[in-house]
């Protein structure tokens, strides 16, 4: 089952999606607007971009100390957390238990994302990934 | 919080990000130069985080993010969940997000 429908058919989360590195698309499926959705997939790229920045700093203070390459992030909300693995996103309720099983599905569904994250988004555009990213 | 499961590190900062305190699990390839720059970080992620939280809130009309109750980056091995001036790594395998979030909460 695709991640997207495995992460809706779970009571509890708002809204899950896909977002590309370079440019406009997205999908998505849940409780948001075409244009939220857009906004959302805009937050999620900017955010992934920057963790991955971070992490390069680490590790140039501390080679393999096992941030890289980060898989995602999360922000908790009083009442909504957003988690993005990969180039997924989910909007999801605080319940109990709800947030350590969405990490575990995306985690588990998405795979350890491969060194070189950007190449690898963009790739899944077709895109050259020899071009340079930034 | 270094009871949390797969608990790696434990740290408190300052509101500039710098590193206060820390407790490292023996054996981590973590050092408190590390610890000093995810403090840093966290600090900026919980800004970012809040400023986009609050944009989100007036844009769309959806509540329910502030206030923030953490961010958490999610590395290789490792995660990082900070909230307030507290932060806690722990080993993705053993990790319990929501204990985390929960241990870093302020009193």
Not at chain 1, 88 to 98: A, H, K, Q, T
Request: aromatic share 8%; net charge negative; hydrophobic share 45%.
């Amino acid at each position: 089952m695709h991640i997207v429908k495995q992460l809706m058919a779970i009571p509890g989360v708002i809204a899950a999606g896909e977002y590309a590195y370079r440019g406009d698309r997205f999908s998505y499926e849940g409780a948001l607007t075409e244009e939220f959705a857009r906004m959302a997939s805009i937050v999620c790229r900017a955010n992934t971009l920057s963790v991955n920045m971070q992490a390069e700093i680490f590790e140039s203070f501390a080679e393999n100390c096992g941030c890289r390459p980060v898989q995602g992030w999360i922000v908790r909300g009083s009442q909504i957390t957003v988690c993005a693995v990969g180039n997924y996103f989910s909007f999801i309720e605080n319940r109990d238990e709800l947030l350590n099983d969405v990490m575990t599905i995306m985690r588990a569904k998405v795979g350890d994302v491969q060194d070189d994250l950007l190449a690898s988004l963009y790739a899944r555009l077709g895109g050259d990934t020899k071009e340079a990213l930034y | 919080m270094m009871e949390l499961p797969g608990a790696l590190a434990a740290f408190t900062y300052n509101d500039r990000g710098a590193l206060q305190s820390h407790v490292l699990r023996e054996g981590t390839e973590l050092t408190p130069q590390v610890l000093d720059l995810l403090a840093r970080s966290c600090v900026a992620n919980l800004a970012i985080a809040s400023m986009e939280a609050s944009g989100w809130e007036a844009l769309t009309g959806q509540g329910g993010f502030q206030p923030l109750k953490g961010i958490s980056v999610v590395g290789l091995e490792w995660s990082v969940v900070a909230n307030g001036n507290r932060g806690v790594v722990v080993k993705n395998r053993d990790a319990d997000y929501e204990a985390a979030f929960n241990a870093v909460q302020t009193a």
